[in-house]
């Protein structure tokens, strides 16, 4: 089943793809070695945060996807 | 005779059919238009102990070029998102009710984005409230918006002074 990441907002024209399957268990290194450089490097901004099963990391260093979960990608939001 | 008074209270039970409301929180994100006048004649009438309403309605800036504003979501943490920030405001400003209603998917210029309303027992709670959950709904709900130009789609981000709006409340 593996791990579905999802790419929110302007990180979905960045992917130029909604989402992507990756292999679990999936780490933060395991993350940003799979996605594209430009996302990696999105990825390491304080601003952008990593929800997985639901919740947003406190850490998101500290990602551990297991086989199943959902991982989004959140960059700065605009809502209103 | 009776299937024409039948007919009669149906009319009637219609004409003054209300809007039904969660009390005291009704939080919604809705894929399209909302109805002010009615919006808020439900969330009146549900409030009708409250000493005070106060309400803001975000509409689509006719900006420019501006065609069209998309809004979207991430359906697990937008609406539980949306809750907790009306919880916070709620016991915060000591509301009576509240009702916050965002828009999702694609609106033109004018349209409805977001309402929210407040009632408390003072007026200046209410006020506070509506401002409140405004700078959060802002720059702090998981939200991302974009617009449609002469030239195409581009993602709107967040202002500094929306940030700055923001931290007042901290």
């Known amino acids: 089943m593996g791990v579905r990441i999802l790419f929110l907002g302007p990180l979905r024209d960045l992917a130029g793809e909604p989402e992507r399957e990756l292999p679990a268990p999936l780490d933060w290194t395991g993350l940003l070695a799979a996605v594209d450089p430009e996302i990696a490097e999105q990825l390491r901004e304080p601003r952008v945060h990593v929800a997985c099963g639901g919740r947003v990391l406190t850490d998101k260093t500290r990602l551990n996807a297991r086989d199943g979960d959902e991982i989004a990608l959140l960059p700065p939001v605009s809502g209103g | 005779m009776r299937a024409m008074a039948t007919k009669l209270l149906s009319c009637l039970r219609s004409a003054v059919a209300r809007l039904a409301l969660s009390t005291p929180l009704d939080v919604r994100l809705l894929d399209r238009g909302l109805s002010v006048g009615e919006a808020l004649a439900a969330f009146n009438a549900a409030h009708g102990d409250a000493g005070g309403m106060v309400s803001f309605l975000g509409k689509v ?64 709670c209410a006020f506070e409230a509506a401002d409140y959950l405004m700078d959060h709904l802002k720059s702090a709900a998981w939200l991302w918006k974009r617009e449609k130009r002469g030239d195409g789609w581009h993602w709107v981000e967040p202002r500094d002074a929306d940030r700055t709006d923001l931290a007042r409340w901290k």
């Open chain 2, 61 to 124: 800036r006719s900006d420019g070029d501006v065609r069209a504003l998309e809004l979207t979501h991430y359906e697990p943490l937008t609406l539980p998102g949306m809750q907790d920030l009306a919880r916070t405001a709620y016991t915060r400003f000591e509301l009576e009710g509240a009702l916050v209603w965002h828009r999702v998917g694609v609106m033109v210029p004018g349209e409805a984005i977001v309402l929210v309303a407040a009632a408390a027992r003072h007026r200046r």
